[in-house]
């Protein structure tokens, strides 16, 4: 067993600069907020982490798992933190407390004896911290802030009607001769041009990817993304985004700098006759797309098994790819619209849906093949959960048991922003 941290040391908590891509997802999980940001860096505070780890599996780069163990007295402040560009090194500890500390690694769990309040449990997060059992091994974190890719763009195409608010477009990538493997399911980071308000290089934005692991274009070392242009912020006020509209404006033939990949938990099951229920709003769709296509490009080996979508916009026009999703086969996916201000039907969300092909979902739900998938906004997550709940719930089965099942066995997944 390791040895307990002499009471002088502290196993900090530190998230790193270079490879964070400011998505928020730590300070939303930390059950105690002790983690904070300003416009360059996020923060974890020393005088009230109590090391309960349930930031970490939620983080898509691994920027959260980072320790260094420092005197109490010297650990670095809020104020050094956020002047960072990247983290320091191990600091030497003084040789009569060196022999008390613990011989595993640094980044590992740190020890009760290291944190000064009894450990919080973790919150209890709605989806699976694990990936699907027969999922691929994902690459991870191969390009950073000081080195990224460069990728030409090869593609640029408006996927909604062109008279909607409502701008989404279709972006394609191409890497030529530089590696970037990737998987469905996983994301990267965008880099945008210029500088913030501070004269700070901008931060990377992080995009699902949108195609599968063969390529936009099979067998082309090439992905692409779904983009909408934000021209307004989460209050209707006017707000230009920085780099969804410098992704949206980009031309053939520019060049992108891109970081990652991201992510190694929301990837899709690889065994034969993996079921998929995918629920996703607007530009939640890159990833259900990059599954569907993965799915749709095996259908002649025979070895798929059930895809059901679930997928809201307000108007049918407002839905990006929905000419190809219509054009195809109906025994091969069982296609949900949620429709919420169309004129000529009731409003209808991704829960209703949800609840209206209860049988069907029970039916899946059942299956130990079945893997759920919810992409979009924030706000949807709790909408979702309480649909599945009264879908099992009204067939008489406790969805407690069921729902804690499903994120144990990496088969409820949620990625939303």
């Given amino acids: 067993m390791n040895a307990p941290l002499p009471p002088e040391v502290l196993k900090q908590h530190l998230i790193d600069p ?95 004896a290291a944190v000064e309040a009894p450990v919080a449990s973790a919150p209890s997060l709605p989806g699976a911290s694990v990936p699907p059992w027969s999922a691929a091994h994902p690459y991870v974190n191969l390009y950073t802030h000081k080195a990224p890719a460069t990728a030409t763009v090869v593609g640029n195409y408006r996927v909604t009607d062109e008279d909607t608010g409502s701008d989404i477009h279709h972006i394609v990538l191409d890497f030529g001769n530089v590696p970037f493997p990737v998987l469905e399911g996983q994301s990267i980071g965008i880099l945008p041009p210029g500088t913030d ?55 053939k033939n520019d060049t992108v700098q891109v970081i990652g990949p991201f992510g190694n938990t929301f990837l899709m099951p690889n ?52 000419g190809p999703l219509m054009k195809l086969p109906r025994d091969f996916i069982d296609i949900n619209l949620a429709l919420s201000r169309e004129a000529s039907q009731p409003r209808r969300y991704v829960q209703d849906m949800i609840r209206e092909r209860a049988a069907d979902v029970l039916a899946l739900l059942a299956d130990a093949n079945t893997c759920i998938y919810v992409c979009g906004l924030k706000g949807m997550e709790a909408g979702v959960l309480e649909a599945l709940r009264d879908v099992v719930v009204q067939a008489g089965q406790d969805w407690s048991i069921l729902h804690d099942a499903l994120r144990r066995e990496g088969r409820l997944h949620f990625e939303t922003y």
């Fill in 18 to 112: 270079e490879i964070c891509i400011r998505c928020n997802t730590c300070e939303e999980t930390c059950p105690v907020d002790a983690i904070t940001h300003d416009g360059t860096n996020y923060v974890v505070d020393p005088g009230i982490c109590n090391g309960c780890m349930a930031c970490v599996p939620p983080c898509p780069t691994g920027s959260i798992d980072n320790w260094r163990l420092v005197l109490r007295s010297e650990a670095y402040s809020l104020q050094e933190q956020f002047g960072w560009d990247e983290l320091p090194g191990e600091k030497p500890l003084p040789e009569n407390l060196a022999d008390g500390a613990p011989a595993d690694d640094a980044a590992a769990a740190p020890s009760t």
């Fill in 197 to 251: 308000a501070q004269g700070r290089p901008h931060h990377a934005r992080q995009y699902s990817l949108a195609s599968p692991r063969d390529g936009e274009r099979a067998g082309y070392n090439n992905l692409s993304l779904t983009v909408k242009r934000v021209t307004e912020d989460h209050q209707g006020r006017p707000a230009r985004g920085v780099c969804s509209n410098y992704l949206c404006d980009l031309a």
């Fill in 271 to 322: 065994h034969a006759g993996a079921n998929l229920v995918m629920i996703c709003t607007g530009t939640g769709s890159a990833p259900m797309r990059a599954m569907t296509e993965r799915y749709r490009r095996r259908i002649a080996r025979g070895t798929n098994g059930r895809l059901m979508l679930f997928f809201g916009a307000r108007t049918q026009r407002e839905l990006p790819y929905f």
